[in-house]
C-alpha cells in the first residue's frame, strides 16, 4: 500500500502580531491563533489527503506562552495519524521576538479533520501516514509524552 510520511503534510505559516490582534493585555488574542492553528492544519490535510478537509474537532490546544504586539508567530503543522475518513494533525506554534529573534513554543494543538468526497461526505482516506519513530516505541505512552515528541520532532 502506498505511504506518506508525516513530513509530506508539513504546513509552516508565519504571521506578525498587529494591534487588530491583540487582546486586553496587548498580547495575541487566543481567538485568533486558533485560527491560525486551523488554517494552517487544514493545508497540511489536504496535502496529506488531496481532497476537501473539514474540522471534525479541536482535541487540545494549550497556551505556553503569550505572543507579544509586533513579534512574529511561527505555525507548524504535519499529520500525525489516518484513520478510515479521519486524520489527527498536530500543529506547534512558536513566538519569535522582533527585537532579538529568539524563539519560544507558545501554543501547541492536536485537531481532527475529516476528508470529503465530491458530494461533501466522509471519503474513505486511502494513504496512511507513517512517521519514522512510532509513539509506541517510547517507554511511556501518555499524552504528555507525545506532545514533547511532537514538539522536537522538528527543527524549527
Ligand atoms: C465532520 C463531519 C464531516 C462528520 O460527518 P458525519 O456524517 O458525522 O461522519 P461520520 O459519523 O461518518 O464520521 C466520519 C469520521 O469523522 C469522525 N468524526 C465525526 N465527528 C467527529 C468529532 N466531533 N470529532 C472527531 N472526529 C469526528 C468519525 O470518527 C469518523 O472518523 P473515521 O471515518 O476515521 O472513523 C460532519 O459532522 C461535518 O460536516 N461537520 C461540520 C464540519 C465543519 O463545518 N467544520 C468547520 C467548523 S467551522
Redesign the pocket.
Known sequence: MEKKYARDSITIKTAQILPPDTNALGTLFGGKLMAYIDDVAAIAAVRHARTTC????TDSVDFLASVNLWDFVILEAFVTST????MEIFVKALTESFGTGEKKVCATAFL?F?A?DEN???TPIFTPVEIRLTLASLPISSVMVSVSFFMNALPL
Open positions: 473539514v474540522t471534525a474537532s484513520h478510515k475518513t479521519s481532527t475529516v470529503l461533501n461526505k466522509p
